[in-house]
């Protein structure tokens, strides 16, 4: 979703197959979300140890501009509110949306 | 002058043809107060904003959340138009109620959420392409005019 609605993202992914549904995006999408986000809220109250190889992975190798991780972030609140709309009362909303941004903080955090 | 296609106006207008704007609106606003507390700073004569359920019931969210988005409707029937149709708003919103443009784009992901949560799978990455252009053409509008 993120790559259909902010196609400047693809930018990072030359190497993959963007075709909706393709192989490539399902595995990524698992290891950022089923990966990383909940390795993220497990450890809510120390993210930055919990993520702290991948904050150095994305400051030394990745460095995806900061401003893409709120736009992931946006796409997962559409797609929580796609699939579990009763879920995501405004309470939740805030919280999912501060979460987001506590993970892009973290992850961007060692860039300078 | 912005362009779109085809099919971004067909689904933009048919994703506004099922919106309850008043619902939506109150929903829209009161969540921009919700997740993003700072933005109450523009509604301190809004009455009780303590909480979130304050917030959800307060009525005065809840007009003025039909009003933005009534006003968002303009920009939906001018697609061609928008620049034109919003500079008296964009001047009202820089010279009297001094509101930050990144307000705007804050209220447009909101009120992307918000349609997702009522459209569910019909609200397809292409529809949500065409409204995230949408919200952001309608928030740069709103800041054009500032000085």
């Not at chain 1, 997962?76 to 903080?105: M, Q, R, W, Y």
């Not at chain 2, 009161?30 to 009780?48: D, E, K």
């Not at chain 2, 009202?92 to 949560?117: Q, T, W, Y």
């Amino acid at each position: 979703r993120m790559f259909s609605t902010y196609p400047q993202t693809k930018t990072y992914f030359p190497h993959f197959d963007l075709h909706h549904g393709s192989e490539q995006i399902r595995g990524h999408g698992k290891k950022v979300v089923a990966g990383a986000l909940v390795e993220a809220a497990n450890h809510i109250d120390d993210i930055a140890s919990a993520l702290s190889k991948l904050s150095d992975l994305h400051a030394q190798k990745l460095r995806v501009d900061p401003v893409n991780f709120k736009l992931l972030g946006q796409c997962f609140l559409v797609v929580v509110a796609i699939h579990h709309p009763s879920l995501l009362t405004p309470e939740v909303h805030a919280s999912l949306d501060k979460f987001l941004c506590a993970v892009g903080n973290v992850l961007t955090a060692k860039y300078r | 002058m912005v362009h779109w296609s085809a099919e971004e106006k067909q689904l933009i207008a048919s994703v506004w043809s099922k919106v309850n704007v008043e619902e939506c609106g109150a929903e829209a606003l009161a969540r921009l107060l919700i997740v993003y507390p700072w933005t109450q700073r523009f509604f301190a004569s809004f009455g009780n904003l303590s909480s979130p359920t304050a917030i959800i019931g307060n009525p005065k969210v809840r007009a003025h959340g039909k009003k933005v988005l009534t006003s968002f409707g303009e920009a939906v029937k001018n697609l061609d138009n928008i620049k034109t149709t919003y500079a008296k708003l964009s001047e009202l919103h820089c010279e009297k109620l001094h509101v930050d443009p990144e307000n705007f784009r804050l209220l447009g992901d909101i009120l992307i959420i918000v349609l997702a949560s009522h459209f569910a799978r019909d609200f397809t990455p292409a529809c949500q392409f065409a409204w995230q252009k949408l919200v952001g053409v309608v928030a740069h509008a709103l800041a054009r005019k500032y000085h």
